[in-house]
C-alpha cells in the first residue's frame, strides 16, 4: 500500500504551522519504526501540481490546521465535490482530487486531518493547546499507520 502524508500551512503564522509540524514528527516517527509504504510532503498551500503527487497513492491524508469548531482534531473524507468554508490556501484537498481524476483517472481514497488551532499571528511557535492537539492526533495516527488499510475501511464523514 502506498501511502501520502502531506502537511501544509505556514510555521510563521503560529498554528496555521499544525500541518506541517505533524508531518515533520510522523516521519521521523515512521522512520524509526521501519515502517514501509510512507511519503511525506509538506508546503505552505496545495498547488495544482499535487494532482500528480497523490495520482499513484492508495491513500492521501492532507493534515491542515483548522479555525472551524471542531473537537481537538477531526478526520473527513475528501471527494472531488469537498469544499472547506475557509482556507488561505491556493487550492483545496477536493480540488486537488477532482484533478487527480480528470488528469490521471485516479481517485486514491483521500482523508483531511483538521488539527485546532487557535492563533495566527506572525510568529514562528504553536500555542500550548495547538501543541497538545497535536499530540493528541499524532498518538491517534501512530496506531492507524501501523495498519493504513483500516483508515480506508473506516467510515469517515465528509466534512
Request: hydrophobic content about 35%.
Amino acid at each position: 500500500m502506498k501511502v501520502l502524508l502531506y502537511g501544509y500551512g505556514n510555521p510563521g503564522r503560529q498554528d496555521d504551522g499544525l500541518g506541517n509540524e505533524f508531518i515533520n514528527r510522523m516521519q521521523e516517527w515512521v522512520n524509526k519504526e521501519s515502517l514501509e509504504g510512507f511519503e511525506f510532503d509538506s508546503n505552505y498551500q496545495l498547488n495544482i501540481e499535487d494532482a500528480h503527487a497523490i495520482s499513484d497513492k492508495d491513500l492521501v491524508i492532507f493534515v491542515d490546521a483548522s479555525i472551524e469548531d471542531i473537537p481537538d482534531f477531526c478526520i473527513s473524507k475528501v471527494t472531488e465535490s469537498s469544499k472547506m468554508s475557509f482556507t488561505t490556501h491556493s487550492a483545496s484537498p477536493g480540488y486537488v482530487l477532482d484533478l487527480c481524476k480528470k488528469l490521471y483517472d485516479k481517485s486514491p481514497v483521500t482523508l483531511l486531518l483538521h488539527i485546532k488551532g487557535y492563533e495566527w499571528n506572525f510568529k514562528e511557535e504553536l500555542t500550548k493547546k495547538a501543541e497538545d492537539n497535536l499530540e493528541k492526533a499524532i498518538d491517534y495516527f501512530k496506531e492507524k499507520l501501523r495498519n493504513p488499510i483500516s483508515l480506508i475501511q473506516f467510515e469517515i464523514p465528509e466534512f
